[in-house]
């Protein structure tokens, strides 16, 4: 199957920093999710984004889907960021069911 | 926007006991929910593919008479563990797509906490 990695896997910012984490994949996709799970559990849709670039806010993301690889940035980061970041990406072809990666784990110290 | 239910939150539980948790999506119809796992700092394995009206497809790994998964109507899914055991402890997550083909469109509910002690 789709193998999926992101990095870094841990990532200490102090409030107001900016950061940039990463996905790569092993496949074509039609379709990447970035997620954000907050310290209760909760996975927080933040983009869908197979390709291209997407804003909201402090949060954007960019996926260059040629090369296999999607980057979301958060600018300005805020304590209420910390949490576990995923992508999510189904195959191209192949079932809609989407694999996760190992996420990235943040901490924003105020 | 749409949103999927979990219940219970959190569990605890001796060891040998069936546990019951419901999925529920509040506000569409989900012919298809998945189960999820997830280890503490890890990330989600999907465990199986709830299908309403039939069997529920599992990932190979999975024991599918530990983990029994019925899909009884188009808004709720159980996952039960039987005869629980430590091992099983772990945080359980569903997600329900309101449209089949695409990852935007998937829900993940609050998720369920188990302590087999």
């Known amino acids: 199957g789709i193998q999926v990695e992101q990095s870094p896997p841990d990532l200490i910012l102090q409030e107001g920093a900016n950061s940039t984490l990463r996905c790569n994949f092993s496949?074509?996709?039609?379709?990447l999710q970035w997620f954000h799970q907050n310290p209760w559990g909760q996975l927080i849709n933040l983009f869908y984004?197979?390709?291209g670039t997407k804003q909201n806010g402090r949060l954007s993301a960019t996926t260059v889907a040629t090369e296999r690889y999607s980057l979301l940035y958060i600018s300005s980061s805020q304590t209420t960021d910390s949490g576990v970041y995923f992508c999510?990406?189904?195959?191209?072809?192949?079932?809609?069911?989407?694999?996760f990666g190992r996420g990235t784990s943040l901490i924003v110290h105020p | 926007g749409a949103v999927v239910s979990q219940h219970p939150s959190r569990v605890i539980c001796k060891s040998g006991t069936s546990v019951k948790i419901e999925c529920r999506s509040l506000d569409f119809q989900a012919t298809t929910m998945f189960w999820y796992r997830q280890f503490p700092k890890k990330s989600l394995m999907l465990m199986a593919t709830s299908n309403e009206g039939s069997k529920a497809t599992y990932e190979q790994g999975v024991e599918k008479d530990k983990f029994l998964i019925n899909h009884a109507s188009l808004t709720l899914s159980t996952l039960t563990v039987t005869s629980a055991h430590p091992e099983d402890s772990s945080f359980y997550i569903c997600?329900?797509?309101?449209?089949?083909?695409?990852?935007?469109?998937?829900?993940f509910g609050p998720g369920t906490r188990l302590t087999v002690l």
């Open positions: 999510a990406v189904a195959a191209s072809g192949g079932s809609y069911i989407p694999t």
């Open positions: 997600s329900a797509p309101r449209d089949r083909g695409r990852l935007d469109t998937q829900y």
């Open positions: 496949d074509s996709v039609n379709n």
């Open positions: 984004i197979p390709s």
